[in-house]
């Protein structure tokens, strides 16, 4: 079981709008700033959003991320088949001090 | 370009170690810590702990103390992730991944992951 809760799974059609939550705690991300990552089958992981709503240089438009108290979001607009993959939230907790992840979204489009 | 490349696919029986290395190049090895994270087949991302290239220093998650040691090279800028007394649910995928400080505290880099298979 993972610190941060995120659904497992999440769908859309080409075009839609998906949005996939995280839900942790005051000791994470109430206080540490939230990163999303995008996982493609079989690759290591691949920062996508950090500091809550930044995007690396290359990481299209598309991508958005919000944080609210200690849940954030990840939206994809515009919903393309090659967004398939697993997107993880994660950040950093005080109590353990490090790092903690969300289980995992698995986004699949129609 | 930023790079971590890491050492290749192992299998090991139940009790043995295993020692990964990862490479760095593109930037200055001791600025940034290097953190390692594995993922078990079908599953999520699980931290192991960190390493201080400069100092040396460790930190280590409750769960894998007192079995991983991850030490690094300075002069080959190269960091590794020993793991000993070695169970079939450490069958994984073990990653190196660089982390950005604050107020970034972020993973920008990672490794192209070593799968590691323990089995009798």
């Known amino acids: 079981q993972s610190v941060l809760t995120q659904p497992p799974s999440a769908s859309g059609t080409p075009g839609q709008r998906v949005t996939i939550s995280c839900s942790g705690t005051?000791?994470?991300?109430?206080?540490?700033?939230v990163n999303w990552y995008q996982q493609l089958p079989g690759t290591a992981p691949k920062l996508l959003i950090y500091?809550?709503?930044q995007r690396p240089s290359g990481v299209p438009d598309r991508f958005s991320g919000s944080k609210s108290g200690t849940s954030a979001s990840l939206a994809i607009s515009g919903l393309q088949s090659e967004d398939e993959a697993d997107y993880y939230c994660?950040?950093?907790?005080?109590?353990?001090?490090?790092?903690?992840f969300g289980g995992g979204t698995k986004v699949t489009v129609l | 370009q930023v790079q971590l490349v890491q050492s290749g696919a192992e299998v090991k029986k139940p009790g043995a170690s295993v020692k990964v290395s990862c490479k760095t190049s593109?930037?200055?090895?001791?600025?940034?810590?290097m953190h390692w994270v594995r993922q078990a087949p079908g599953q999520g991302l699980e931290w192991m702990g960190w390493v201080n290239p400069n100092s040396a220093v460790t930190h280590y998650a409750q769960k894998f103390q007192g079995r991983v040691t991850m030490t690094r090279d300075t002069s080959i800028n190269s960091v590794y992730m020993e793991l000993s007394r070695l169970r079939p649910d450490d069958t994984a995928v073990y990653f190196c991944a660089r982390r950005r400080p604050a107020p970034y505290d972020d993973f920008d880099t990672w490794g192209q992951g070593t799968m590691v298979t323990v089995s009798s």
């Open positions: 593109g930037y200055r090895f001791t600025a940034y810590f």
């Open positions: 500091s809550n709503n």
């Open positions: 005051s000791s994470n991300i109430g206080t540490n700033v």
């Open positions: 994660a950040g950093w907790d005080d109590s353990l001090n490090g790092p903690v």
